[in-house]
């Protein structure tokens, strides 16, 4: 009865492990379906798959919104479908005017971030290596840091002779601040046995500025450079949009004013995309020049 009974229960436990033996195959084979749906290829292939899904379900929602005109917290009944904006797109990007307005946002921002970066950089440099400097630029720096770029466009206007100069100097105003913030961060951390040691080998002052404090600070200047990118952009259309007339802040504005729906998210999406590829840009140089810092 006992040997009945262990052979009885011998049954039961090959059968339960090979229940669980078949049952983990056929989750490990759910799980390789899974992976590969989400990590198709090689890593190179699953960065453009993932996010082209990711933007392709984006399009549908918003198509969705517009076809059903949804208003739950948010409006669509006047958004343009993205079909909307294709056609508005095909018919802008034809123009002279699109084309002139990229150009001279793209040469206010090359000029104001170009002047912004140096002025950014010395002073950046300047609050972190010089206590003396510190207290004389600090107040300044914390006072009109919190100032937002549209509060400057009257100010701009009555400072300056003409518009363009009036946009650039905004424009200057939103770059500048978040590289002198990171450039004197950047300089703030460099390690005190560093200067010390380079000090103890015979460099003065000045040597230990260009060849200790600069190159370790140039890691933390290129992130406040690729910010200084982004908030030169918000400054330059808020420019564009109350005192320009020509720009891509502009055209934005032009065609709200026109109702012109379609040519408003045309305008957005050329400045994020014009936005995205500044930025970058820095990014890509900045991986060239420190790649260990990546």
Known sequence: MIASDQKQNGKLRRHDAHAMDKSLRINKRGRGYTNSFLFIGNQGVRAFIIPLLSVISGLLIWQWLTQTHADVVLDFSNIPSPLHVYKSFLNVVVTKT????????????????????????????????????????????????????????????????????????????????????????????????????????????????????????????????????????FALLAGEMISGRYGIGYFTWESYQLIQYGNIIVGMLTIGILSSITSGAIYFVKRKIVPWAE
Do not use: C
């Open 98 to 233: 699109y084309w002139k307005d990229i150009y001279w946002s793209l040469y206010r921002i090359a000029l104001a971030f170009t002047i912004g970066s140096v002025v950014g950089v010395f002073i950046g440099v300047a609050l972190g290596y010089s206590s003396i400097l510190r207290l004389i630029i600090a107040p300044y720096i914390e006072i009109m840091r919190p100032i937002p770029a549209i509060a400057w466009v009257p100010m701009a206007i009555l400072m300056w002779p003409t518009t363009g100069q009036s946009i650039i100097f905004i424009t200057f105003l939103g770059a500048v601040f978040p590289i002198v913030l990171n450039t004197w961060d950047g300089v703030k951390r460099v390690p005190v046995e560093l200067v010390k040691a380079a000090r103890s080998l015979g460099a003065n002052r000045i040597s230990v500025l260009f060849h200790v404090v600069i190159p370790y600070a140039i890691p933390n200047i290129t992130v406040g450079m690729a910010l200084g990118m982004g908030a030169a952009w």
